[in-house]
T-cell receptor
């Protein structure tokens, strides 16, 4: 069994300040982890993924995430927020090595950027 | 570039109507998925398909059916639409040969049932 908990439903930061979106997971097996972003009225776009290589993963638009097995966490960070980062962010865990199922989505974190 | 398209961005239907949502992918992916997205609930899997004419129930299949007659097309059917099916519907696809289940999403269809 696997699950994902996004610890904040909403996060508000000022433009130019750091962003931290928190994600904890539980999994019986070695997981793959993803962060997706959804801008208003758009589909989901992959930001980054962890697949058991480097624990610090760099993604698009300056985002990165660190896999910490001891804390079962995969928090998303960005050093300096931009207005265009305002969106919904989803943390996703997969424990299948491949195939059609095995993805579990978090409930999402709405990121608000204050000017 | 990877592309998943959905037939409509916005759709308004009446209670009891039969509704078809169409999804097409051009990546030759084996797997296709239908999700619904509601505020505070994230994405919930309705149905998925791992091959032509194959389908599997997801977490919330009640009130829905699907059809996959061709590899590139996956249809979601609401046999008799109800107001509680008002939602954003997202289609996705993934490659069975890729080891990490990355899914590629369409832009979504916002369905309103009156």
């Amino acid at each position: 069994a696997q699950s994902v908990t996004q610890l904040d439903s909403h996060v508000s930061v000022s433009e130019g300040t750091p962003v931290l979106l928190r994600c904890n997971y539980s999994s019986s097996y070695s997981p793959s982890l993803f962060w997706y972003v959804q801008h208003p009225n758009k589909g989901l776009q992959l930001l980054l993924k962890y697949t058991s290589a480097a624990t610090l993963v760099k993604g698009i638009n300056g985002f990165e995430a660190e896999f910490k097995k001891s804390e079962t966490s995969f928090h998303l960070t960005k050093p300096s927020a931009h207005m265009s980062d305002a969106a919904e962010y989803f943390c996703v865990v997969s424990t299948s090595g491949g195939g059609a199922d095995g993805l579990t989505f978090g409930k999402g974190t709405h990121l608000i950027i204050q000017p | 570039d990877v592309k998943v398209t959905q037939s409509s961005r916005y759709l308004v239907k009446r209670t009891g109507e039969k509704v078809f949502l169409e999804c097409v992918q051009d990546m030759d992916h084996e797997n296709m998925f239908w999700y619904r997205q509601d505020p505070g609930l994230g994405l919930r899997l309705i149905y998925f398909s791992y091959d032509v004419k194959m389908k599997e129930k997801g977490d919330i299949p009640e009130g829905y059916s699907v059809s996959r007659e061709k590899k590139e097309r996956f249809s979601l059917i609401l046999e008799s639409a109800s107001t509680n099916q008002t939602s954003m519907y997202l289609c996705a696809s993934s490659d069975d040969r890729a080891p990490y289940n990355e899914q590629f999403f369409g832009p979504g269809t916002r369905l309103t049932v009156l």
